[in-house]
Nanobody, 121 residues
Framework: QLQLVESGGGLVQPGGSLRLSCVAS????????MGWYRQAPGKEREFVAM??????????DYDDFAKDRFTISRDNAGNATYLEMNSLKPEDTAIYYC????????????WGQGTQVTVSS
């Protein structure tokens, strides 16, 4: 059974930075997408960034709010992903969830337990 464990969340002042990590265990990740979503209080879960598998290697995909401030990366083995977040704003406060998406005729999604990010002075 695939398990995803996030870390790196915390309290940071506006303008600060955080680096989130997500490590997968229990299964070797091959030809899958891996990335991040977030959910703020009272709001629906939203897409943040994703590393998408292609035959030429991984590509990165961002939501508009994350393009200029966040950077997603993935380790060479493909079993971990990282989200570098800079210039954080109070509106970035949310629980950040790691996601693994297995594409195919019957797509499957796996989720981590989430890590809290709070941006406040």
């Amino acid at each position: 059974q695939l398990q995803l464990v996030e870390s790196g969340g915390g309290l940071v002042q506006p303008g600060g930075s955080l680096r989130l990590s997500c490590v997968a265990s229990g299964r070797t990740l091959v030809n899958v997408d891996m990335g991040w979503y977030r959910q703020a209080p009272g709001k629906e879960r939203e897409f943040v960034a994703m590393t998408r598998w292609t035959w030429r290697g991984y590509t990165s995909d961002y939501d508009d709010f994350a393009k200029d401030r966040f950077t997603i990366s993935r380790d060479n083995a493909g079993n971990a992903t990282y989200l570098e977040m800079n210039s954080l704003k109070p509106e970035d406060t949310a629980i950040y969830y790691c996601n693994v998406h297995v594409p195919g005729p019957v797509p499957v999604d796996y989720w981590g337990q989430g890590t809290q990010v709070t941006v406040s002075s």
